[in-house]
C-alpha cells in the first residue's frame, strides 16, 4: 500500500492554508494568473489496496465551470498517483520534468524533493523530448486538432463546431484537452505540445497519446495552480529498447 504521511496529503491536495509531428492538442492560450487551489466535495471511492486518503485528492472538484467527477481510482495503477518523492537533480526547484519513460511528471522542490504525477504521453511515432516553457495558461480550453490528426482519424469531424480561432471542440467535460491547459513554446515558436487534462483517466501511465503531455483533471488543476508562465519544462528522451 501506498503510504503518505498528514503533511504530505495535505500539502498535495491543497488544504494546508497559506498539472517534427504535428501535435494533436492545439488549442486556446489564456491567462497566465496562478489560481487558487480547488477543494474536492464528493470523495472518490478507494479500492483496498490505496491509500485512504486518496480519497479526498481525487475526489470531485468543486468551484468550476464544468462537473469534474470523482476519479475511478480502481481503474489506475496506484503508482501513478500524486505523491511527493525524494528526486535529486540539477534543474532548480520551480522545474517540471517530464519522463516518459517512467510515464511520470516531477515539479521539483527544494532538498532534492519533487510533487511526482502520473501522466500519459506520446505512442510510437509521436514522441518528443527538449526544453520549453510555459508560454501560457488557459482553463477548459477549446481544442484545435490539426489536419494531419483528422485526416488520421475522421471520426473526429463530426465533432467540430465553429469556434472563435477556428474549427474545434469547446471547452468543457466531453473536451479531450480536460480542465487545463498548459501551452509549452520554445522560444518565441509554439511547439503545439501542451500538458492538459483527459477525459480517459485511465490511460494515465501508457503511451497513447499524439504527443502531449495528458494529465488526470485533478492533478492538472494542482499543477496549473502552482506553476507560473515562464516555468520550464524538461522532457527526457524515451527509453529505448
Not at 503510504?3 to 492554508?17: A, H, K, P, W, Y
Not at 497559506?18 to 487558487?36: H, K
Not at 516531477?106 to 518528443?128: C, H, I, L, S
Amino acid at each position: 500500500m501506498l503510504e503518505l504521511n498528514r503533511r504530505t496529503f495535505l500539502r498535495n491536495t491543497g488544504v494546508l492554508s497559506g498539472a517534427l509531428v504535428l501535435a494533436a492538442c492545439s488549442g486556446t492560450q489564456g491567462s497566465g494568473e496562478l489560481e487558487p487551489v480547488r477543494i474536492t466535495q464528493t470523495p472518490a471511492v478507494v479500492p483496498p489496496d490505496v491509500d485512504p486518503q486518496y480519497a479526498l485528492m481525487y475526489g470531485s472538484v468543486d468551484g468550476e465551470r464544468f462537473p469534474i467527477p470523482a476519479v475511478d481510482l480502481a481503474k489506475i495503477n496506484p503508482q501513478f498517483l500524486r505523491s511527493e518523492v525524494a528526486h535529486p537533480t540539477p534543474e532548480p526547484p520551480g522545474t517540471i520534468v517530464v519522463d516518459p519513460a517512467g510515464h511520470y511528471l516531477y515539479f521539483t522542490e527544494p532538498n532534492g524533493m519533487a510533487t511526482r504525477y502520473g501522466v500519459g504521453v506520446g505512442k510510437q511515432g509521436f514522441e518528443w523530448t527538449g526544453v520549453a516553457t510555459i508560454n501560457s495558461k488557459q482553463e477548459w480550453p477549446d481544442w484545435y486538432p490539426p489536419s494531419e490528426m483528422i485526416e488520421r482519424r475522421p471520426d473526429i469531424e463530426p465533432q467540430l463546431v465553429d469556434l472563435q480561432s477556428g474549427r474545434g471542440v469547446p471547452g468543457g467535460p466531453r473536451n479531450p484537452i480536460g480542465a487545463r491547459g498548459l501551452y509549452l513554446w520554445q522560444g518565441n515558436v509554439d511547439t503545439l505540445f501542451r500538458i492538459h487534462g483527459t477525459t480517459e483517466p485511465h490511460t494515465i501511465g501508457t503511451s497513447v497519446s499524439s504527443g502531449c503531455i495528458r494529465m488526470i483533471n485533478q492533478d492538472v488543476i494542482h499543477l496549473y495552480d502552482r506553476v507560473p508562465v515562464g516555468t520550464q519544462v524538461k522532457v527526457l528522451p524515451a527509453r529505448t529498447v
